[in-house]
Every structure is written in C-alpha cells, then in structure tokens.
C-alpha cells in the first residue's frame, strides 16, 4: 500500500470525492501505524472547513478505499489547520505572506532550520525574510514546512475589533 502507483490511485480517489463534495484535497499522507496504516487526508475551501466537510468526505471515500486497501487501515479526515503543512509549490504560492518554518535536507547559508515570512516562490526556489535578511531554499531541498500561525497578530486585530466595536457604541 505505501507504493507510489497505490499513493497516486488514493490521490485520484480522494481528488474526486473532494471536488463532489465542494472541497479541494490539500494533502494525502499514508503511513504505517502500529497494526495498521493510518490514511490522512487534508481538505480544504475557501472560508474553511467545517466538521461536515470532514464527515461528508469521510463517508464517501470508505467505499473506494476499501475496494482498494487489502489491510486494516485508519482513515482520518480534516482540515491543514492553522499550521498547515506545505508540500506542494502550490501551498507554498499560497502560504506567501505568511511566517513559515523549514528544514532544509542539506544546509543552506549553514544552517537547516529557517523561519521567516514567505515573500516568494519562483525559480524553483522560495524566498524567506528572516532576521539575518533574505534566503533562498531550493523547493528540492525542502524536506518539511508548515506555516507558524502568528497568535500575537491575531491578538492585536482582535483588541483592533474591540477598539472599534467599543467607538461605534459610543454616542
């Protein structure tokens, strides 16, 4: 089940169950589990994912993964999360803007481990600003991503909301 073809037919299942169901599929993670495998699937809409999404996408794909999975396996289905992992240029072109965190397969300016706002993709690079400037990481050198939610941003445009709900209130 962990080969290549088998991953590729999942994908093409769960691709097609996603769109009828008016998601995209983000990502689909097979890995050995302790006595089974575990099948993670990662959808994803504008405006967010909502538990019925998940369930909805959950119901469909049982049937097909059963035809085509001899083996016990867990089928979990959500969203990327706040966190969300980036694999593809796609999640990367997406995720511009935004703080991320990487490790390089081999380093780069001497270290693996960066994080930085993500301001491109191109060339078959990314671009990150980060406290000692601007790096480039070749998308081949990638060996794992997500993007750091940044919690404090967050805080400050609630307390914003919250200025300003209080000034409409005032007379």
């Known amino acids: 089940m962990a080969g290549m073809a088998e991953r590729d037919e999942l994908m093409r299942i769960a691709e097609e169950v996603a769109?009828?169901?008016g998601v995209?599929?983000?990502?689909?993670?097979?890995?050995?589990?302790?006595?089974?495998?575990?099948?993670?699937?990662?959808?994803?809409?504008?405006?967010?994912v909502t538990l019925e999404d998940c369930a909805r996408v959950?119901?469909?794909?049982?049937g097909p993964?059963?035809?085509r999975i001899p083996h016990s396996y867990l089928l979990?289905?959500?969203?990327?999360?706040?966190?969300?992992?980036?694999?593809?240029?796609?999640?990367?072109?997406?995720?511009?803007?935004?703080?991320?965190?990487v490790r390089a397969s081999t380093p780069v300016q001497g270290q693996r481990v960066w994080e930085g706002?993500?301001?491109?993709?191109?060339?078959?690079?990314?671009?990150?600003?980060?406290?000692?400037?601007?790096?480039?990481i070749p998308l081949d050198a990638v060996s794992s991503a997500h993007v750091s939610p940044d919690f404090e941003r967050g805080?400050?445009?609630?307390?914003d909301r919250d200025r300003d709900d209080l000034a409409a209130a005032s007379p």
């Open 58 to 62: 959950s119901r469909a794909l049982e």
């Open 24 to 48: 995209e599929l983000y990502w689909l993670e097979c890995r050995k589990a302790p006595g089974r495998w575990l099948l993670q699937v990662m959808i994803d809409k504008e405006g967010g």
């Open 155 to 159: 805080r400050e445009r609630e307390r």
């Open 76 to 101: 979990e289905v959500s969203s990327p999360g706040l966190d969300r992992p980036l694999h593809t240029e796609r999640h990367f072109r997406r995720a511009i803007g935004r703080r991320v965190w």
């Open 65 to 67: 993964f059963d035809e």
């Open 19 to 21: 769109r009828a169901a």
């Open 117 to 136: 706002t993500l301001t491109a993709v191109e060339g078959g690079a990314i671009r990150l600003e980060t406290p000692r400037g601007a790096i480039e």
